[in-house]
């Protein structure tokens, strides 16, 4: 009699068979990995420069030990899934034995890694700009331009803070020169006196002797009292008028923080990228204050018992935010979008916001005005590079002027873009 089971495997098979597949698919990802080469392609180097900047070159650098080991050749030491299993998240790698990076680990002392979201084409990415850059050690034609441009807002700054203290300067000039005045007075007065005790002057000597600075007469002469009319009014004015345009503006204003975050240390002597903490600048219309949980992806394990430090481990445990102090605050009527002059424009925060990255305690650098913002719409060409939204007007634009585009050209001056 036909019994479909003689003819078909024992159920055995099928687990076996099962297990089979799940191995397989298990491994799958692995051999696509192995076959996964190092992108050579120059655009996925340059993403791969820009992932390394923002993410790892806080710890490391390719041909220097910083924080974590020098990064060169490592795509030769260890195999493509190797790295993207250890940069996504080292602590599991470590905690499955693997030899290579318990020793790395220890010899590290134990200092971990910071696990990171990234996909694995951005892991190969920044696999490929490390390839790049130890295969080619950078010329550093670089540096000097971009020192260029932040030397050039330095000089603005320090051109800026002579001009708040120039009146000070000017009145301080005054009181010396009174007081000079004053001690001659009271030599000539003096020495008038001794000479007349002494009693042995000729007529001619007498004569000059006898010749007073008449203080009142010139105080009530016409001349005197113009000009010092007119110097007092100038004041006034000039101070008035000051005021009424500084009415709201908070040009240089810098609150105490309530921790002693340090651009300079970060931003400047870490190197750490504008957007690992301001992770709107890009993408949205603000920037964002970083949260405690972005500084503990390094406070984690770097300056644990810094008092400072400390408080970023209080406002986590209590569950309160950092209370910073908001610096720049444009008024509810006006609009500002980040991401527009940011990705957009093309514009680099220092022309907005100074040399942050020399700050140790952050100030307003630019006025924030109504001004401000018109001033440079009318001098500012619109970034066209790699926007073909912008090719037409241009074109039109070109036929027409021999100039470049400006923001003002596109609407930048209408209010409506700017009040809501
Ligand atoms: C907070 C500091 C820190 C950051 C940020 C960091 N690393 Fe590391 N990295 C380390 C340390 C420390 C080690 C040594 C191993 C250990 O202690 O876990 C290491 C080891 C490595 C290794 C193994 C090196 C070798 O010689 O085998 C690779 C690869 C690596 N990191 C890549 C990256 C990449 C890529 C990034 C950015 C996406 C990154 N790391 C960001 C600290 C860091
Ligand atoms: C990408 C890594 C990284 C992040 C993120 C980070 N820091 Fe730091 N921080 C450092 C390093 C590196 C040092 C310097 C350690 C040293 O000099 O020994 C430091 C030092 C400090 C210090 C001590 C300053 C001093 O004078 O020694 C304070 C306070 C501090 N950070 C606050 C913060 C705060 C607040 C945040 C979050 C907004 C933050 N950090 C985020 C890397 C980081
Ligand atoms: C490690 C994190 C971190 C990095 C990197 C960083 N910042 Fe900040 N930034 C902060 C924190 C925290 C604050 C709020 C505390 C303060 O004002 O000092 C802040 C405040 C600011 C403010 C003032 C915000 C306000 O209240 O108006 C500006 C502007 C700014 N950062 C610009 C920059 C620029 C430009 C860079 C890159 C050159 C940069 N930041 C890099 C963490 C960071
Ligand atoms: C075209 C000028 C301009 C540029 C470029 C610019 N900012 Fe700003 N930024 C402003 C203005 C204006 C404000 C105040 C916005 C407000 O109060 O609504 C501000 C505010 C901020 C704040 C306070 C928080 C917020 O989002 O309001 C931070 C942080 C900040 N900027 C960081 C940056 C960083 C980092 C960059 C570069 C990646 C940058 N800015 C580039 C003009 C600029
Ligand atoms: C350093 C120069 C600079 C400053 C300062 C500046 N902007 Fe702009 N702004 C630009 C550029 C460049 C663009 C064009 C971006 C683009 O290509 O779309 C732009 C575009 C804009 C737009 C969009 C205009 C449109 O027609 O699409 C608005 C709105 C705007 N800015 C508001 C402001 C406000 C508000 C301020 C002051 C708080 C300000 N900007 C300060 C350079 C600047
Ligand atoms: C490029 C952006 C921009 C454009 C275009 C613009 N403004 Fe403004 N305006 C601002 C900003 C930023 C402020 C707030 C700064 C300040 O108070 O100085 C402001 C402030 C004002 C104020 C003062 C409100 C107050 O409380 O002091 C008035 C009124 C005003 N704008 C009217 C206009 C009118 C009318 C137009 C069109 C002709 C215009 N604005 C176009 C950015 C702009």
Not at 61 to 69: F, T
Not at 201 to 215: H, R, S, Y
Request: glycine share 6%; charged share 20%.
């Amino acid at each position: 009699m036909f019994k479909a089971a003689n003819y078909l495997p024992p159920k055995k098979f099928y687990g076996c068979l099962l297990t089979s597949i799940r191995i397989i698919v298990a491994l799958l990802p692995f051999s696509l990995h192995a076959q996964a080469t190092i992108p050579t392609a120059e655009p996925i180097i340059k993403e791969g420069k820009t992932l390394f900047e923002n993410n790892c070159t806080v710890c490391h650098a390719i041909h220097e030990e910083i924080v974590g080991p020098a990064l060169a050749g490592v795509y030769d030491r260890r195999p493509i899934p190797w790295l993207n299993a250890f940069i996504k998240n080292s602590q599991k790698v470590i905690q499955s034995g693997d030899t290579y990076a318990v020793q790395l680990y220890e010899k590290y002392n134990r200092m971990q890694m910071t696990s990171f979201d990234l996909s694995e084409d951005q892991v190969l990415a920044i696999l490929a700009y490390i390839k790049d850059a130890t295969e080619n050690v950078p010329e550093p034609t670089v540096a000097p331009s971009e020192k260029a441009v932040a030397g050039g807002g330095a000089a603005e700054v320090e051109r800026a803070i002579p001009d708040k203290y120039l009146l000070a300067i000017f009145i301080a000039l005054i009181i010396v020169l009174l007081l000079i005045l004053l001690a001659l007075i009271l030599i000539v007065t003096f020495l008038t006196k001794l000479i007349r005790q002494k009693g042995e002057l000729d007529e001619a000597d007498e004569e000059i002797v006898a010749q007073k600075i008449n203080l009142k007469k010139i105080i009530q002469s016409k001349a005197f009292k113009g000009i010092a009319v007119f110097i007092f009014t100038a004041i006034v004015l000039k101070a008035g008028i000051d005021g009424l345009y500084a009415v709201g503006v908070q040009q240089g204003y810098a609150p105490r923080q309530p921790i002693d975050f340090s651009h300079k240390l970060h931003a400047g002597e870490y190197q750490i990228a504008c957007e690992y903490c301001h992770t709107g600048v890009t993408k949205s219309k603000i920037a964002n204050i970083p949260s405690p949980n972005i500084c503990m992806n390094c406070h984690s394990v770097i300056e644990k018992a810094h008092p400072e430090v400390q408080k970023i481990y209080a406002a986590i445990e209590n569950n309160t935010p950092i209370e910073w102090v908001r610096v720049h605050n444009l008024p509810q009527l006006a609009y500002f979008n980040h991401a527009q002059h940011v990705k957009v424009g093309g514009i680099e925060c220092q022309t907005c916001h100074g040399p942050v990255e020399e700050m140790e305690v952050i100030y307003q650098y630019a006025p924030l005005t109504m001004g401000w913002c018109i001033d440079c719409h009318r001098k500012t060409a619109i970034n066209a590079k790699d926007n073909a939204y912008y090719d037409k007007l241009i074109q039109l634009h070109e036929s027409k002027h021999n100039d470049l585009l400006k923001v003002e050209a596109i609407g930048g001056l209408e209010c409506g873009k700017c009040h809501y």
